[in-house]
């Protein structure tokens, strides 16, 4: 399972993040990991790795550039 680490304050400053991501992994699943600074995010497609996405709004719309 793949663990994607979103920060909180991208979240909450854009309600656009969750869709895309859920667009980007249908099976995406919050976790429940207790942290104050980040959201975690599980999905399979991805294998054992721990991605954060690179957002870029290009034209007004907003898409995932890539994963660090």
């Not at 920060?7 to 995406?28: M, R, T, Y």
């Not at 976790?31 to 790795?49: C, E, P, R």
């Amino acid at each position: 399972m793949a663990r994607i680490i979103v920060p909180k304050h991208v979240v909450k400053s854009n309600g656009e993040i969750p869709a895309l991501l859920k667009a980007q992994f249908p099976d995406l699943l919050p976790m429940k990991i207790k942290s104050y600074s980040h959201f975690y995010f599980g999905t399979v497609n991805q294998g054992n790795q721990t991605l954060m996405p690179v957002f870029q709004r290009e034209n007004g719309t907003l898409s995932i550039k890539g994963f660090v």
